[in-house]
């Protein structure tokens, strides 16, 4: 299986702050790779795909960058409702792996 | 608009079986994938079962293979997912998922395996 290791696990930081976020494959996943949000009690939302692409209808102060084994989640300048949590997913080998999480808290 | 809409969700004891489904909507449903994916308590995420757009192929992870079983009615817009010998391990929220990018989400099903 592909490892997806996602770093760091928690973060704090503040409004207005620019964040970023890494996932690392155990193997090469070209750019088979999407970043997802979720807040508490509701489903994930897909925010990026492909790696870079932005999903239609979500700010553009998100952005993916990567190929193969790293690839990162930038947030620029942070705001009130992007205090949530973080995961990436594989889609190039089954089984399909995710990231462990990355939960991005107000300082 | 893409909607999902599980259904099914509840409480089952060890070893029982339940049926979980989720009605698509907003899409050209029979030209899809479709994914499930659930998450246990306060945990992460796990991709649980895909199934191809023409329904001939199927695929499982290890934790479940075997006892669960993921089949589409493409006459009804309708993903199952059918849970047999279930273990506590299992507790967890099923959410239906769209194509093998996992694009989008449903509300999820919550599911509990406890005597």
């Known amino acids: 299986d592909i490892q997806m290791t996602q770093s760091p696990s928690s973060l704090s930081a503040s409004v207005g702050d620019r964040v970023t976020i890494t996932c690392r494959a155990s193997?090469?996943?070209?750019?088979?790779l999407g970043w997802y949000q979720q807040k508490p009690g509701k489903a994930p939302k897909r925010l990026i795909h492909?790696?870079?692409i932005l999903q239609s209808g979500v700010p553009s102060r998100f952005s993916g960058s990567g190929s193969g084994t790293e690839f990162t989640l930038t947030i620029n300048s942070l705001q009130p409702e992007d205090f949530a949590t973080y995961y990436c997913?594989?889609?190039?080998?089954?089984?399909?792996?995710f990231g462990q999480g990355t939960k991005l808290e107000i300082k | 608009e893409v909607q999902l809409l599980e259904s099914g969700g509840g409480l089952v004891q060890p070893g029982g079986s339940l049926r979980l489904s989720c009605v698509a909507s907003?899409?050209?449903?029979?030209?899809?994938?479709m994914t499930w994916v659930r998450q246990t308590p306060g945990k992460g995420l796990d991709w649980v079962s895909l199934?191809?757009?023409?329904?001939?192929?199927?695929f499982y992870a290890d934790s479940v293979k075997g006892r669960f079983t993921i089949s589409r009615d493409d006459s009804k817009d309708t993903l199952y997912l059918h849970m047999n010998s279930l273990r506590a391990e299992d507790t967890a929220v099923y959410y239906c998922?769209?194509?093998?990018?996992?694009?989008?989400w449903g509300q999820g099903a919550p599911v509990t395996v406890s005597p």
């Open positions: 998922t769209r194509d093998i990018e996992v694009s989008y």
């Open positions: 907003g899409f050209y449903f029979r030209d899809s994938a």
């Open positions: 199934i191809s757009s023409d329904g001939a192929s199927t």
């Open positions: 193997q090469g996943i070209r750019n088979d």
């Open positions: 492909a790696a870079s």
């Open positions: 997913l594989q889609h190039n080998t089954y089984p399909l792996t």
